[in-house]
């Protein structure tokens, strides 16, 4: 075992916890006013769309349709209501079609 | 009564596992991947494990061997991963303010297991479905998967064709839109504050660090969209 290695571990290992843990270790003491309760409930959506944008567009860094066609995909599947795991397959399954053709 | 008490908790785990299905489609390529890039990086196949056992933050543990291959330091690195981490404060607050009741151990466990997709998948789900036993059914399936990803990448480089992995690349987006997308079809104001924050972040990305611009879009965004979005015709998201 690498010292350094193993020290670089621990350490990422304490500064990913602590984030995680301390609203969890905390929340029961705060009472969120109605206007807050509904910022946190709009989180999800606005943090869900960070991760997807711009991100979507570097899924392959040379080829920005690769993200395009399967996130198109994707929405259009959600859009008719099938279930996420439909819609993850259908992404996998256009952007795999367009490397047959176009190489990767 | 504590039998049944116990069976229902028994069905929200089961439940849990259940929604996390699509995370295992995008966790074990990625796992791969992270594995690949630690054991060039001249990680053994240990530390590589023992990286995503404990720490168990994608993004992080390939940033890290990236910084560490190309001679950054430990303090860097550390620095770095905190920094990509803080959004977790964030995604942390939004899940246990649904689980105030559960105890502070069974918190403080399931706080290992907050990630993006979990959180995602957590906040998406009914109302009823928000609960310890089902996010530790999302943790199971999301940590198992990333592990076992890892596990198959550090002992061999090339088991999938390229053309294979690099489509998985699109995986966890095509989650997220799925997990959204129900959401703002019921309810317009909440697309236009989504496609509004999609672009606030794109713009950001181009001035800052994108671990910094997604936790300031994230937070300004769902501000400004409490004054204007009305959740309740939403009824507790899809």
């Given at each position: ?104 | ?46 530390e590589t494990c023992i990286m995503s ?186």
């Open positions: 075992m690498n010292y350094e290695i193993m020290l670089m571990i621990i350490g990422m290992a304490a500064v990913t916890y602590i984030p995680r843990v301390l609203p969890a270790v905390f929340i029961s003491k705060f009472k969120f006013s109605p206007k807050f309760e509904k910022f946190l409930r709009l989180i999800p959506y606005t943090a869900m769309s960070a991760l997807i944008f711009p991100g979507l567009f570097s899924v392959d860094s040379d080829k920005p349709y690769i993200g395009i066609a399967g996130g198109i995909a994707a929405a259009l599947l959600a859009w008719k209501k099938m279930p996420v795991m439909v819609c993850v397959i259908a992404g996998i399954a256009v952007d795999m079609l367009i490397y047959a053709f176009v190489g990767h | 009564m504590k039998k049944v008490s116990k069976n229902s908790r028994v069905a929200q785990y089961i439940n849990g596992v259940r929604c996390a299905l699509p995370v295992i489609l995008g966790f074990i390529p990625v796992g791969i991947a992270y594995a690949i890039m630690a054991r060039h990086a001249g990680f053994s196949l240990g056992l404990t720490v168990f933050a994608g993004a992080s543990e390939m940033m890290a061997v990236g910084m560490y291959a190309g001679g950054a330091s430990i303090i860097a690195i550390i620095l770095a991963t905190f920094i990509l981490n803080l959004r977790h404060v964030i995604m942390s607050t939004c899940v246990f303010n649904e689980m105030k009741s559960a105890k502070l151990g069974t918190r403080m466990l399931a706080a290992f297991g907050v990630t993006d997709e979990s959180f995602a998948i957590f906040t998406t789900s009914e109302k009823e479905k928000r609960t310890a036993p089902f996010f530790v059914g999302l943790i199971t399936v999301s940590y198992a998967s990333w592990n076992v990803g890892t596990l198959i990448g550090a002992l061999s480089s090339d088991i999938l064709p390229e053309i294979v992995s690099a489509s998985f690349g699109i995986a966890l987006y095509a989650m997220f839109i799925g997990l959204i997308m129900p959401g703002l079809r019921a309810n317009l104001r909440l697309a236009v504050l989504v496609i509004f924050t999609a672009a606030v972040n794109t713009i950001l990305n181009f001035f800052i660090a994108s671990s910094w611009a997604l936790i300031i879009s994230t937070l300004i965004c769902a501000a400004i969209g409490a004054f204007f979005v009305d959740l309740s015709e939403e009824s507790e998201a899809q």
